[in-house]
Each structure stands twice: as C-alpha cells, then as structure tokens.
C-alpha cells in the first residue's frame, strides 16, 4: 500500500513537471483566443476631449493621481501646459467615486456638465445623471434632483449660464441654476409623442440623438416632435433573467411601413407658446434629419422625402414666420445626408456647416460623377463649386474664414488624407497629412482650424494619437503612441498583409486585402477565408490595423482576403457607390463571387477550401454567397444577418431599395431566404436574441425555411445579446472561439 502511495506521488510529481515544463515552453509567438481576451493586448484610448473657447488647447477626462476611482479634468494648451481644469477632489468625497463619461463646457468655460451613470435609450447610452460644476465657486450640483435617477438626456447650457435644458421621458424642461426652479416647456410627451429626442429608426438611420436647439439669445428653443402612434411594436422576449419571459416592446417600423410624422416646433420662452413650421409635404410622407439656429432669427431645416431621393433646405424666420425653399437636391437613387465613409469621425451631427460670416453653408452632393461641396448662398440659392477635381470627397472637417478642411484619397480609396481648399472656390487642392502617415486618417478639428486632433492607424502602424497644428501638420504632443500594444504584437509571428486589385469577368476591378499566413511558402497550397460586408454602409479592403483575430487565423495558416465590391462607399465616383440602388443581394454578391473565382486562380489558394464570414450586412452577404455560389464557398458563418429585406426597417431599406409596394420582386431577388434551399456546405447561424435592429425573428425565419427544404446547418442563439452580441461576461470570447473553431473544423487549415 505505501510503495502504491509513493508511486502515485512520483506520477504527480512527474504530470507537474510535464505540466510546467509545457508552460514554460509555450510558444509565445503564437496568439490564442484566451490570451486575445486576457488583457494581454490592450489597446490605449484617448477619452472624450473638448476644445476650449480660444481652440488652443483642449480639456479631456484623466483618472485622478490623489483619489482612486475618480476622474479629473485636464486643460492642455498648444504650448505644452498641463492643469487640472476640475479637480478630483472637488467630484467627490472620500467615500464616493465619480466617473465622467462625457462633459460640455459652457461657452465661457466657467461652467461644466457633466455626464454619468448612462444607460442606452436605443443605441446609444444616452440617459443618464448630469452635474454642473461651477469653477468660480467650486461647487457640484445634480440636475433634475427631484427625477429619478440616470434619466435626463441631452442637457445643455444657456449661453449666459443661468440655465441648464434637458430632457425627461419625452419632455424638454429647463432649470434655472440658481433656484433651482425646473419648467416643463412641453407637456404631452410620451411613448408615442416624442419632444427634443427620436424614436429608434431615427436614431439607427439618421444618426438623431438630440433633439432640441436652443437660439443665441436663449429666447427661444427648436425642438422635434416625433408621432410614433402608428408605427408597429416589435417584441423581443427575454427569458433569462426570471423564471417568467418578459416581452421587451420596441417601436419599430418596417421596411413598406410608413415613417413616424415628424414636424418642427419653436418655443417662445417668455410667452410659452409654442409656433409649429409649416413645411410643405405630409409629416408621415416626409423625414426632417436636420435643423439648426445660423442667428437668433434664422433656421435652416433639412427635408427628405420618403424615397430619400428629394433633398430640400429651408430657411425659417421665426420673427415673420417666413418660410423659404433655398436649396433642391433630386437623384434617381438616393441623396444622403451625412455620407457613410470610415473617415467621418462621428454620426449624427447632420448640421450644415455655415461660413461667409454665416451668409452661405456647405453641402456635400453627388449629382454628378464625383461627390464635392458646394458652398450655397442661403439668401439666393446660388452654388459654387468648391471642389471641380476629378475624385471622391470622402467627408468634410473644420472651416476657417478662408478655407474648408476634408478628407479624400484620390488615387487609392484603401487610404485617408486631409486636404484643404479656398472657400471661394478658386484655389487649388492641398495636400495637408504628411506622406510618412500612409493608411487611414482622421482628424478633430478646433476652432478657427489652428490645432487638431489626429489619429493614424494603417495595416503596418498600430493607431496613435496626437495634437497637431494647421497647416503645417506639426506634431506637438503624442496623446496615446499604443506602445506598449506594439511592444506585445512585435513578440508574435506577424502575418505580411497585401494590396491588390481582382478584375472579374465582367470587368469591374475591386479592392482587394490580403492577410498572408505566418511562415508562408508560395509553393503550398493554403484555406482561403473570405471576409465581406458589401452594402452602402461598409468598406473592409482598407488599409488599417489588422485585428488579432486576422493575426489568429493568419497564424493557423489562413489566406484572409477582404473586397469591396460595388455599392460600398469606396472613392470610386458616384456611379460605383448608387450602382446597388434596388440591387443590394443582388449585384454585391455576384460582384464577390465573381472576384473570389478569379483570386482563387492564384498558384498558393486552395480552392476547394474556402469559407465566407460577415456581421449584419456581411452576414446577408454571407448567406447568398453561400445559397448562390455553392460551388465557390463551402463554408459559412453568418452572424446577425438579414435574410428577409420585408422584414428590415423602413428608413435604410426604402433608401436603397425603394418601397416594396413598387418594386415588390426586388426584395424578394435580393433577400437570402429565397435561395436557402440551394444550401450545399456547412453553414452556422449566429444571432443574438434581443436584436433591436436585425431582429432574431429574420434568423427563426431563415431557420424555419431550411428545415422545410431539409438542409442540414448549424445555429447559436446568444440570449439577451444585442446586434454587437457584445453583453455579459465572456461573451466575445466565447463567440470568436465558436467562429474559428467552426471555420477550422469545416475548412480544414494544413
């Protein structure tokens, strides 16, 4: 008995070395799922940053140095000069941590809000708690003391700092911050009448968040209301969190369904009244993405028909009640309002930027070949063109009185740089990002366009950020150099990334990146794992940082190609990015297909191994690639992806698409459900089940149509989770081990 207990101790002494042993001897070189989510490669990020009122330095949130778990605000000027704006002591006292999600500064950067404890409304956290901190005499103070707590949205101050505007459960109130007295300026909000916020589709589609505008005087406040009694109520069903499922109610319209009216509304802030716009066109036939003050007696507001092909900007003065038409935009597909391109910096913020001593504003178009910007007199209508140069405006920046600041890339849409041009529309283009920051690139512009915020990141160099002064592109300080990140990835087996161009045989060219396996040797033959989206909304050939997920796959011995094919927002002209009008599912998926069949000819491509992945779009992509191409890809995972375009909201579907009363067939054409019976490979469902905006019913619904045709596939529902599938611990671990494992389970790597 006792040799058997000393032999069992030997074993385990032996399995212990093993053990350690192997440990010690991990090859570090190599990434694992567990070491991605482990905290190993964590990547620095820059907080919310505002400009101060001269725009020549910045105020950002820092964690205190003096309080643990309290945040502080910092002022940094242009020459280097760091103070503390608020202090950390003065936030909170010892027994209570305060953290500072976001701040607004009042105009004369006496006064600051402050925003915590946030909540997401739809997508966005956007309730929450909000402080005034007042720096002459040191003193915090909560908003809306009397309402619960973390519900106030949006609060803003007056531009004399006596008040504070804000909004509570659909109603626009304000508080004077000296007695503390709250006025309730509107009175009939609710779950269907929406004031000074949107509805989902609002938020989802345009960007629309805030919902209110207060005028220079503080006289008067512009607000939408939204009437959402119409529109359909979408449930979701949450049965996790008790033993009962609970329905979740979402207002919600589909795509045929007609929009929420919406209408404009001026408060008379002495009198109370409250004046209503009389814009031209029904409220339901009709969407209004835009409005802002250009002076105390003058709106400019932005109308959309329902098609989304008929811009119109009016002009409003309150005074006289006159309304006038100042601009028209028509296409015969779609206009957009603020254009979907990786370099926009931000979504939401659809105001027309106003110059020439606020007598003209710039609107970006394109009506013909190219996007530009036109400078529009808003007295006469009449336009100049800014930019007559043969390529794309990718998106707009800063003005200052003499000049406009934009991103382009006119000979590789893989790339974003800043450019300048003369605001009267006689100057030549400028180059202003130097040539050694090659990749992708975007900028926070300051006030009067002296400094800014700028951040690189390409397929070689990990992001970084960094205050600059314009024009000259000088570096002043690096704000956040990732090194310590770039330290980690340099001990791994990085994988070579390339650039190409794949012609199909049709003869369009598309984008093409290429992530190449670690220890590559042309004279093998490699699995190929393609990764799409393909709608107006994304592009994925750019040159960027790679994630380590592509490091991951790389390192197994995959191929990972990304295209863009027509239709994505590509700077490639207008005729490329509206060729998808009515089309999308259609012309993007035999554009893939086709460039996959021509980049599988290379020598070192094994095209009898081959797998297709995508979110949201990219998973409708993913899933009519696989049901239309069977003979190209035999591998899927499909994750939060449409199948059925009836089933999608009203607004982004109607847009490109057209109403499904008119052109019924196209929908049907376009939507993956309608060739699920053609499924020949392995296929796996990914969706999470509180999907607010691709709805789990678009999976039970594809589901339902491959059992009728008997095909056999994979699923996996992540209960609660939203379309980021994002919620709870060990969520994306446990997603992205699914992914690979299933990939490499089906598409075998050498």
């Not at 300051?446 to 000088?474: E, M």
């Not at 619904?701 to 008997?710: G, P, Q, R, V, Y």
Request: glycine share 6%.
């Amino acid at each position: 008995m006792k040799s058997t207990i000393q032999n069992f101790f030997v074993l385990i002494l032996l399995l212990s070395c093993t053990l350690s042993f192997a440990q010690t001897t991990q090859d570090n070189t190599l990434l694992t799922i567990d070491r991605q989510y482990s905290g190993e490669f964590s990547q620095d990020r820059e907080r919310d940053i505002q400009w101060d009122k001269n725009g020549k330095g910045y105020i950002t949130i820092e964690p205190s140095t003096s309080m643990e778990g309290v945040d502080e605000l910092v002022h940094y000027t242009s020459d280097l000069s760091r103070s503390v704006f608020v202090a950390a002591d003065q936030l909170a006292d010892t027994s209570e941590s305060f953290a500072i999600e976001s701040f607004t500064l009042s105009l004369d950067d006496t006064k600051v809000l402050l925003f915590n404890n946030s909540s997401k409304v739809w997508r966005s956290n956007t309730k929450g708690d909000y402080w005034v901190y007042d720096k002459t005499t040191k003193t915090l103070e909560q908003l809306g003391s009397s309402f619960e707590a973390s519900s106030l949205m949006f609060a803003k101050f007056s531009s004399d700092n006596r008040y504070v505007f804000y909004v509570h459960k659909f109603n626009i109130y304000k508080e004077d911050l000296s007695t503390k007295q709250i006025t309730q300026l509107t009175k009939d909000g609710s779950r269907d009448i929406i004031n000074g916020t949107f509805d989902w589709v609002y938020e989802e589609e345009f960007g629309k968040r805030d919902g209110f505008s207060i005028s220079p005087s503080d006289k008067l406040v512009a607000f939408w209301q939204l009437d959402a009694s119409s529109t359909g109520t979408f449930y979701m069903i949450n049965n996790t969190d008790s033993i009962y499922s609970r329905p979740i109610p979402i207002q919600y319209p589909k795509v045929g369904d007609e929009p929420s009216a919406a209408k404009i509304g001026i408060i008379d802030l002495v009198s109370k009244e409250t004046q209503w716009i009389p814009i031209e066109g029904g409220e339901k036939e009709n969407y209004l993405p835009g409005m802002q003050w250009v002076n105390e007696d003058l709106l400019l507001i932005q109308q959309l028909n329902r098609h989304q092909n008929h811009l119109t900007i009016w002009s409003y003065i309150p005074s006289s009640q006159q309304l006038k038409k100042v601009y028209t935009e028509k296409e015969a597909t779609w206009v957009d309002i603020d254009y979907p391109d990786v370099s926009a910096n931000g979504w939401g913020n659809n105001d027309l930027k106003v110059v020439d001593d606020k007598t003209a504003f710039l609107r970006m178009t394109e009506g013909d070949a190219w996007r530009r910007i036109y400078k529009v007199n808003i007295t006469t209508g009449a336009k100049t063109n800014l930019t007559p140069f043969d390529y794309d405006v990718a998106s707009m920046h800063a003005t200052t009185k003499k000049q406009v600041y934009y991103i382009a890339s006119p000979t590789n849409s893989t790339q974003r740089y800043l450019y300048s041009v003369d605001l009267k529309g006689k100057g030549k283009d400028r180059r202003i990002t130097p040539s050694e920051f090659s990749g992708l690139n975007t900028y926070d512009i300051g006030p009067n366009g002296h400094y800014a915020i700028h951040v690189h990141q390409s397929s070689q160099k990990v992001r970084t950020v960094r205050l600059i002064s314009l024009p000259d592109h000088k570096v002043i300080k690096v704000l956040v150099d990732n090194a310590a990140y770039e330290a980690q990835l340099n001990k791994l087996k990085l994988p070579e990334v390339r650039f190409t161009e794949v012609t199909t045989s049709e003869g369009i060219t598309m984008d093409a990146r290429m992530i190449m396996p670690t220890n590559f040797d042309a004279t093998k033959k490699y699995p190929v794992l393609f990764h799409v989206y393909g709608e107006p909304w994304g592009q994925v050939a750019l040159d960027n940082q790679i994630g380590l997920t592509n490091i991951y796959m790389a390192q197994k011995g995959y191929v990972i190609i990304d295209m863009d094919n027509r239709g994505t927002p590509c700077l490639k002209g207008s005729a490329w990015r509206k060729s998808i009008y009515r089309k999308i599912g259609v012309i993007n998926t035999q554009d893939q297909a086709l460039a996959a069949k021509e980049i599988l000819k290379l020598d070192y491509l094994d095209e009898n191994r081959t797998a297709v992945w995508g979110w949201s779009g990219g998973g409708s992509m993913t899933l009519n690639l696989m049901f239309k191409y069977p003979e190209v890809y035999q591998t899927g995972v499909a994750v939060a992806a449409v199948s059925n375009q009836l089933i999608y909201d009203n607004i982004y579907q109607e847009r490109y698409m057209g109403l499904p009363q008119e052109n019924y067939e196209d929908f049907v054409n376009g939507s993956p459900i309608t060739y699920a019976k053609n499924l020949e490979g392995n296929l796996l469902i990914i969706h999470g089940t509180a999907d607010d905006n691709v709805h789990y019913q678009s999976a039970e619904m594809l589901i339902n149509e491959l059992i009728k045709e008997n095909k056999v596939f994979d699923m996996m529902a992540y209960p609660n989770r939203s379309h980021g599938i994002y919620e709870g611990r060990n969520t994306r671990r446990h997603l992205f081990s699914l992914i690979t494992r299933y990939i490499m389970e089906n598409t075998v790597p050498n």
